[in-house]
Nanobody, 123 residues
Framework: QVQLVESGGGLVQAGGSLRLSCAAS????????MAWFRQAPGKEREFVTA????????HYADSVKGRFTISRDNVKNTGYLQMNSLKPEDTAVYHC????????????????WGQGTQVTVSS
């Protein structure tokens, strides 16, 4: 089992920045690819970004490319999502996820999920 706990969400004005963290415990975090998904009210869960187990590979949704950066520190068992130039449409609950299938945009390929952290971007 891997337990994931997100933090760092909050209220920010458009154009601002936030850094989300995803703290992992349980099995060795470095064995897993990690991803961030988000879900806005009334919308389906949406892939945001993912990173390979060693941080060598990343993938971003077009909507966040150039604004968001995913990273991880396997010594600290923590993943990060740096979000810059935030837009109101980025408002959502952000979840981190971990899985053994490598980088994928499919939520079903991630077996472990955090409870989420709210990000609200005001215009």
């Amino acid at each position: 089992q891997v337990q994931l706990v997100e933090s760092g969400g909050g209220l920010v004005q458009a154009g601002g920045s936030l850094r989300l963290s995803c703290a992992a415990s349980g099995r060795t975090f470095s064995r897993y690819a990690m991803a961030w998904f988000r879900q806005a009210p009334g919308k389906e869960r949406e892939f945001v970004t993912a990173i390979s187990w060693n941080g060598a590979s990343t993938h971003y949704a077009d909507s966040v490319k150039g604004r968001f950066t995913i990273s991880r520190d396997n010594v600290k068992n923590t993943g990060y999502l740096q979000m810059n130039s935030l837009k109101p449409e980025d408002t959502a609950v952000y979840h981190c996820a971990a899985g053994t299938a490598g980088i994928t945009t499919m939520a079903t390929q991630y077996g472990y999920w955090g409870q989420g952290t709210q990000v609200t971007v005001s215009s």
